[in-house]
C-alpha cells in the first residue's frame, strides 16, 4: 500500500485534477492504478538497471489496449500521462523499504 499511496501522491502531484469528481475512474486513473502495481513494480525493477521505458511499454497489461496495440483512451490514460512519474515513484519506495 505504501507503494501505491506514493504513487498517487506523485500523479496528483503534478495533475491535482485527477482525483477531481469522477477522474478518478478515468482510464489508468488512480482506482485502475491499484489492478496494475505488481506489474508496475516489476517494469520499475526493470528501468533502475536500464534506459527509461517508454510510457507504452507500461500500456501491456492494460485493459483497453486493442490486439493490435491501439489504445482509445490513450489521450485520456493517467498512467500513460504520468507514466515516468510513476515510475520514479515505486522506484523511490522500494529503496525506502
Do not use: N
Request: proline fraction near 7%; hydrophobic fraction near 40%; glycine fraction near 4%.
Amino acid at each position: 500500500m505504501r507503494i501505491l499511496r506514493r504513487v498517487h501522491a506523485a500523479i496528483q502531484e503534478r495533475d491535482p485534477s485527477v482525483l477531481a469528481r469522477g477522474e478518478r475512474w478515468r482510464p489508468g486513473g488512480i482506482f485502475e492504478l491499484q489492478e496494475h502495481t505488481l506489474f508496475l513494480i516489476e517494469r520499475s525493477i526493470r528501468a533502475q538497471s536500464r534506459r527509461p521505458i517508454p510510457p507504452d511499454r507500461l500500456c501491456d497489461r492494460c485493459f483497453y489496449l486493442t490486439p493490435t496495440r491501439l489504445c482509445p483512451h490513450r489521450s485520456r490514460c493517467v498512467l500513460y500521462q504520468h507514466s515516468q512519474a510513476v515510475i520514479e515513484a515505486i522506484a523511490a519506495a522500494l529503496k525506502a523499504e
